[in-house]
């Protein structure tokens, strides 16, 4: 008596990527930075390879914006394709100083995840994650933009209440007691500029 038995035919899935970190899609960054790139990446199959690729754009100089620009190069960091045991998240730490050639103030970057699998049938499949970008600026300039952005998170949380025993005067603060504390708090340090 023959037996037969049920094969299933399981198709190749390609590898799954995904930047975790940064979570913007773009993010301000000066010389000496070392910026985390957190990211997930599984399959079904083992990698072949796991790279950080990234191109330098350099800046458009006036009155050149219509000329045409070549295709930057494309350069490639290797990373070392961890076990099952260890997991599906990845940290790289990107020295900016330690670049070559080095990065200047003014470039973009554009920086993406690329995964291939083992496929020996029908080819590799690739993977690529959505382009993120790092802009290189100066010192002032990424102070300025922390500056902005702490400005904008905190705008919708103030509110105005009057300050106790001040005669009517008034201050921005998220909660009423708060504003005698600070204006106490002013009164050594000066704040008075930031807050009112």
Not at 76 to 90: A, N, V
């Amino acid at each position: 008596m023959k037996r037969s038995y049920p094969v299933d035919i399981i198709l190749d899935k390609p590898p799954v990527v995904a930047i975790q970190e940064p979570v913007d899609q773009r993010e301000t960054l000066i010389l000496r930075a070392k910026p985390v790139i957190g990211f997930d990446a599984a399959m079904i199959t083992a990698f072949p390879s796991l790279t950080i690729n990234y191109q330098v754009v350099p800046p458009i100089v006036p009155g050149e914006e219509n000329k045409p620009r070549s295709a930057p190069e494309t350069k490639r960091i290797d990373l070392k394709i961890k076990s099952t045991e260890e997991g599906h998240h990845y940290e790289y730490t990107l020295d900016i100083s330690a670049q070559t050639p080095p990065w200047k103030e003014g470039v973009n970057v554009n920086y993406w995840i690329e995964a291939a699998d083992n496929n020996t049938a029908t080819g590799p499949s690739i993977t690529r994650t959505e382009p993120k970008q790092f802009g290189i600026v100066t010192p002032e300039a990424k102070q300025a933009r922390n500056f902005s952005n702490a400005s904008n998170k905190m705008a919708p949380r103030l509110r105005i209440f009057p300050i106790p025993g001040q005669g009517g005067k008034r201050c921005r603060t998220s909660h009423p007691p708060i504003a005698a504390v600070l204006k106490i708090i002013d009164n050594r340090l000066g704040l008075s500029k930031i807050l009112w």
